[in-house]
């Protein structure tokens, strides 16, 4: 019966191990290409303001997932020669120390939302995302420092850990919630104002304006499907000791470490057919909101 659970172990640790590897090697792909974007304007671009803390996180996320992928594979393979625990202190405490690309991910979402949406939500309402992300960042700082109080005292947390690391995860997905709903709702009302406007509505579609506000809703609410499933998952134990939530943890702060990357790419994605849109194409709020954004990285819209 030992025999099977241990099977089942590295079963799931290698699906583990190779969704990890494939999210890993996708952010190796879109890396270089995010890095290019931020030096469109030459080194002295990332020297200071947005572009040099969009560098950063990226690179600092980059570097985390590059290691957090090679702890899973060292680990694995302790597994693989039947010494599970040699690696298990270090990787545990790194798990939590990788929560930080959640702060990256979910402050990239908050600050592009309010880069949008600051002329059309009150002050309140614009509080609201940017204080659950500064309780994430309390949270994910707990969890941090009790893991390695743990790891140092050889003292187990139990409780009191869990509970802390469920709440950086929940605040997490409420943080990403807000403020992908919130830039939803800008859009709706941008996309409503436009199509009374336009005496051709099909047309509207093909602007780069457009283009780049859809993408970036659709990658936000993707982001914000996985950190529900984080979150769900997290309640669903397996049958070998542990949950669902411990196989795709992994997963999911991989694919939080990619999405600042991810976003600096796809606001200067709307390249090609459809650049020459001028502002009588588009509401001219829009094209000035997104302008704001697009500004800040890379070269404006056009």
Same mark, same amino acid.
């Given at each position: 019966?030992?025999?099977?659970? $241990? #099977? ?34 030459? !080194? ?6 947005? @572009? *040099? ?16 992928? =090679? ?5 694995? !393979? ?18 939590? =120390?990788? /929560? ?8 990239? =979402? ?5 880069? +949008? ?12 995302? !940017?204080? +659950? ?11 941090? *420092? +009790?893991?390695? =109080? ?8 139990? /409780? ?8 950086? #995860?929940?605040?997490? /997905? *409420?943080?990403?919630?807000? *403020? ?5 709702? !800008? ?9 009374? @406007?336009?005496?051709?509505?099909? #047309? ?10 859809? +993408? ?28 669902? $939530? ?13 999405y600042p990357a991810f976003v600096i790419i796809l606001v200067n994605s709307g390249g090609g057919a459809g ?7 588009? #509401?001219?709020?829009?094209f000035e909101d997104t302008t704001r954004l697009t500004s800040f990285i890379g070269s404006p819209v056009t």
């Amino acid at each position: 019966m030992g025999s099977v659970s $241990g #099977n089942n172990k590295l079963f799931l640790g290698f699906l583990e191990i190779t969704a990890q590897t494939f999210l890993y090697g996708a952010f190796t792909m879109i890396m270089p290409m995010a890095t290019k974007t931020l030096l469109a304007r030459g !080194w002295q671009g990332i020297r200071r303001g947005p @572009n *040099a803390v969009l560098f950063w996180i990226t690179l600092t996320a980059f570097l985390l997932s590059t290691g957090y992928l =090679v702890g899973s594979l060292a680990a694995f !393979w302790a597994k693989l020669e039947g010494e599970p625990g040699r690696f298990s202190s270090v990787r545990t405490t790194y798990n939590a =120390v990788m /929560l930080i690309n959640f702060i990256f991910a979910d402050g990239v =979402v908050v600050w592009r939302m309010h880069m +949008l949406c600051r002329s059309h939500f009150s002050r309140k309402l614009l509080f609201i995302p !940017w204080l +659950l992300l500064g309780i994430l960042s309390v949270s994910v700082m707990m969890t941090i *420092a +009790l893991r390695i =109080v743990s790891t140092a005292s050889q003292r187990p947390t139990g /409780l009191l850990f869990t509970t802390v690391q469920t709440c950086a #995860n929940s605040l997490s /997905l *409420a943080t990403n919630l807000v *403020a992908t709903a919130m830039f939803c709702i !800008w859009m709706y009302q941008q996309r409503r104002l436009a199509s009374k @406007n336009l005496s051709n509505p099909i #047309n509207r579609t093909n602007t780069r304006v457009e283009r780049i506000m859809m +993408l970036l809703a659709e990658s936000g609410v993707v982001y914000c499907i996985s950190s529900a499933i984080l979150v769900i998952t997290e309640a669903i134990h397996t049958p070998v000791g542990g949950t669902v $939530g411990d196989i795709y943890s992994p997963m999911h702060v991989q694919l939080a470490g990619m999405y600042p990357a991810f976003v600096i790419i796809l606001v200067n994605s709307g390249g090609g057919a459809g650049t020459s849109s001028s502002h009588d194409e588009y #509401n001219e709020a829009a094209f000035e909101d997104t302008t704001r954004l697009t500004s800040f990285i890379g070269s404006p819209v056009t």
